[in-house]
């Protein structure tokens, strides 16, 4: 696989896929028992080992946000929580609070610094807390942000929340990110590229156009067609064809059905 410079790539397979992996394997927080693993076309690992300085650039440039990443909080405060990786890295104390700042206001959570000096992360809702972990680390600047299942465990409204955060972020700052989720309908409309694991392997990867245009594929996989998808795919078995196929969206769909049944006098 490869990761090119303001993409979105999703990640989906069934449990057990290997999903987790490959991402912590991007994060350099695993090392790969076979293959190759290049930075900017250089390698990272040799059969002697690794090159600890190449290693520690990458874990500078990519963020990885594991599953439920708020379990993970440790301190008291919204703002000690974003800003203690870069006091620890010696950042001046007016930049990390313009950096905090921004980058909470960037994931639309419109908080003043006021309140984030002495609230909480735990006093947040689920979708709020999801998107302080996003900020955590995203403060420090990587060029490859990396999500991990962002909505699990949260309700519909609150999964909407992450994903239209996550949009913006990309639209906004351009930033690069490998987002793994089971939500194939919201993955596929945000996606550039989408890569399939089954059993450990990447067994197709391309746009999700390309991907969805044979869903039998997608079903020999263990996988569920999004509704919409699986709509417009018994439609086209039936002999209604769709022009854009395959279809993703709700709206579009509605659209060309009524173009049809306009065509066809119902």
Known sequence: MVIRTSQIVGIVGPNGAGKSTLVYLLAGLL??????????????????????????????????????????????SVYDELSFGLKKQGVDEG????????????????????SIMHRSPFEFGGGEKRLISIACALVSGPEILILDEPTAGLDTMAGHMV???????????????????????????????L????????????????????????????????????????????????DPWPLFDIQEAAALIREWLKSEGI
Do not use: C, W
């Open 31 to 76: 090392r790969p028992s076979a293959g190759t693993f290049l930075i900017d076309g250089k390698s990272l690992y040799t059969s002697k080992g690794v090159f600890r300085s190449a290693l520690a650039a990458l874990r500078k440039s990519v963020a990885l946000v594991s599953q439920f990443p708020e379990d993970q909080f440790f301190t008291e």
């Open 163 to 193: 994903f239209e955060a996550i949009r913006r972020l990309h639209q906004q700052l351009g930033v690069s990110i490998v987002l793994v989720s089971h939500e194939l309908e919201r993955l596929i409309r945000l996606a550039d590229h």
């Open 95 to 114: 930049e990390i609070g313009q950096r905090v700042m921004s980058t909470l206001h960037e994931l639309g959570l419109k908080l003043s610094r006021e």
């Open 195 to 242: 890569i399939i694991l089954h059993r450990g392997r990447i067994v197709q990867q391309g746009s999700p156009q390309g991907i969805f245009s044979k869903p039998e594929d997608i079903l020999g996989l263990g996988l569920q067609l999004p509704q919409i998808t699986a709509l417009g795919y018994e439609l086209e078995k039936n002999g209604i064809k769709l």
